[in-house]
DNA sequence: TTCGATAGTTCTATCGCGCAATGATCTATA
DNA sequence: TATAGATCATTGCGCGATAGAACTATCGAA
């Protein structure tokens, strides 16, 4: 413990949980300000990318697996639907329910949310070897583990990013 | 780049960016919780540590040091007045201005706040030698200052954390 | 003294969010 | 078949956080 040792180390910016805090907040509202040109948010982003993995699921089944209130969920779906990336369609074994389906504009916008992703990824991950890549990757989901953070469940996004400047 | 393509490594959950993200989010909740036993939020806390760095300053000095609206700052202020941690003192040299100081209670505060600060560090970073954590606090400094993030500089905290179950 | 600039405060509009109530529909049971 | 309770989606309402505009007091300069 003599090599860093938290007990000696007051500073803020030598803490990783001040790193990480930082450094999600700023990645968060980055990845928001690429996604703009498309015309997306976060979080409209994000629910294209859970559709793709479950379509035709219910709204609440979706909303459950992004860890979203049903009522929101209703906002966020009526955008994407407005948006024409996403279809309501009445699942007939039970009326009840809306089961969402990517529309093909859907389709081809995950395809550029993809695109995005990846040059977000890449443009933050700039700096290092591919080798610091996958210690980093290696470290980061060790944290993630010992916090019991599933890969699916997004607590939540910020709608918008002042800019940080 | 053989070793971690990210052309080919289209699972979010393998992202540094998404990784950073969800860690920065669930700490930044976690902090909050620690925080709550001392009847305080995140961005009173840092006002404090702030402040410790700048006793004497005007209120928009330190508004600007911590990125915050002056309007917010007001009533940040005010809080901290109100629970006795932080004192306006009218700057004689120019009366407009409210030169801010803490109070003995606030310094005692602010030493129950590095307290839970240090402990939320280690239950973090419980699961890391010595090693890796100095590792990981090497390649998340890198990853800050290639954003241009400066240590001072926090974008916007949760004010709350929903638990994230 | 008078005028423009500045620090702090107050007021108000906006936005995101969750809870509760509602209508439609399903399932179970008599 | 008919009725009761549960479930899905939707809508309405209010709360809390926030930023921008307007206001007051004070400063520095002409």
Do not use: W
Not at 46 to 60: A, I, K, P
């Amino acid at each position: 413990m003599e090599t860093s040792d938290p007990a000696i180390a007051p500073q803020p910016e030598s803490s990783v949980a001040f790193l990480l805090v930082q450094l999600g907040f700023h990645i968060a509202g980055l990845f928001g300000e690429r996604l703009k040109p498309l015309g997306l948010e976060q979080r409209q982003a994000g629910m294209l990318v859970r559709l793709t993995e479950n379509d035709g699921r219910s709204q609440q089944a979706i909303a459950e697996l992004m860890g979203v209130n049903p009522t929101r969920m209703v906002f966020l779906t009526d955008e994407l639907e407005k948006l024409g990336l996403v279809e309501r369609r009445r699942n007939p074994a039970d009326r009840r329910s809306h089961a969402l389906y990517l529309t093909e504009a859907g389709t081809a916008m995950l395809a550029r949310v993809r695109e995005v992703t990846r040059a977000h990824e890449a443009a933050i991950t700039a700096g290092l070897s591919g080798a610091e890549r996958d210690q980093l990757t290696a470290l980061l989901q060790r944290l993630a583990g010992d916090q019991g953070l599933a890969g699916h469940s997004l607590p939540g996004m910020p709608p918008r990013h002042a800019g940080a400047d």
